[in-house]
Nanobody, 125 residues
Framework: VQLQASGGGLVQAGGSLRLSCAAS????????VGWFRQAPGKERDFVAA????????YYADSVKGRFTISRDNAKNTVYLQMNSLKPEDTFVYYC???????????????????WGRGTLVTVSS
């Protein structure tokens, strides 16, 4: 599975952005997908994840109620809708995928097998 994240940019505080994670591969619909974010020199922090079917979603406390993860398996794409953005949401955002046999936590970056290149989100105050 190859992943490509896009949709980052510069936005004012209180604004919105929608990130996309486009995947190649016929079996993408069987993969769970997570979004992580990272500051320079820091570990990647969990943001949100979605099960292969889209029926279950997971969020970091810091983004609950503001961010929404969704997927369109027909388009091989996972989205992260980010509303009410804050300057502290400024990071490089990455999407990642893990196969259907995974039984670990979706909250940890080392559980994921495939990663896309990041997209920078900058929120100005």
């Amino acid at each position: 599975v190859q992943l490509q994240a896009s949709g980052g940019g510069l936005v004012q505080a209180g604004g919105s952005l929608r990130l996309s994670c486009a995947a190649s591969g016929r079996t993408f619909s069987s993969y769970a997908v997570g979004w992580f974010r990272q500051a320079p020199g820091k570990e990647r922090d969990f943001v949100a994840a979605i099960s292969w079917s889209g029926g279950t979603t997971y969020y970091a406390d810091s983004v609950k109620g503001r961010f929404t993860i969704s997927r369109d398996n027909a388009k091989n794409t996972v989205y992260l809708q980010m509303n009410s953005l804050k300057p502290e949401d400024t990071f490089v955002y990455y999407c990642a995928a893990v196969g259907p046999d995974y039984r670990g936590s979706y909250y940890v970056y080392y559980g994921y097998d495939y990663w896309g290149r990041g997209t920078l989100v900058t929120v100005s105050s």
